[in-house]
């Protein structure tokens, strides 16, 4: 089992920047992809950013490819989402996700996948 707790939400103005981090604890983290979801009031929890095992493959939703870059340290067991140019619509409520994968590449896409889950940290983008 692994533990997770994000930090570094807060407000920000449009055009601005944040960086989000996940920390881990419990087992080893090199063992597990990890991604980034985000969730507004009313809507379902949507897919951000994924980062394979070993960090060397990345996915993004279309909606942040290229204003955010998401990054780990294994040795440090975190992962960090970097956020540039923010938008209103970047409002959220933004979780980190781990689950086991059996390959050092790849990573889950779909929340359903996800087995561990922070608590969430809050981003407000003010326009």
């Known amino acids: 089992q692994v533990q997770l707790i994000e930090s570094g939400g807060g407000l920000v103005q449009a055009g601005g920047s944040l960086r989000l981090s996940c920390a881990a604890s419990g087992r080893t983290f090199s063992s597990y992809c990890v991604g980034w979801f985000r969730q507004t009031s009313g809507k379902e929890r949507d897919f951000v950013a994924a980062i394979s095992r070993n960090g060397g493959r990345t996915y993004y939703a279309d909606s942040v490819k290229g204003r955010f870059t998401i990054s780990r340290d294994n040795a440090k067991d975190t992962v960090t989402l970097q956020m540039n140019s923010l938008k209103p619509e970047d409002t959220a409520v933004y979780y980190c996700?781990?689950?086991?994968?059996?390959?050092?590449?790849?990573?889950?896409?779909?929340?359903?996948?996800?087995?561990?889950w922070g608590q969430g940290t809050q981003v407000t983008v003010s326009s």
């Open positions: 996700a781990a689950d086991m994968y059996a390959s050092p590449w790849g990573a889950h896409l779909s929340q359903n996948e996800y087995d561990y």
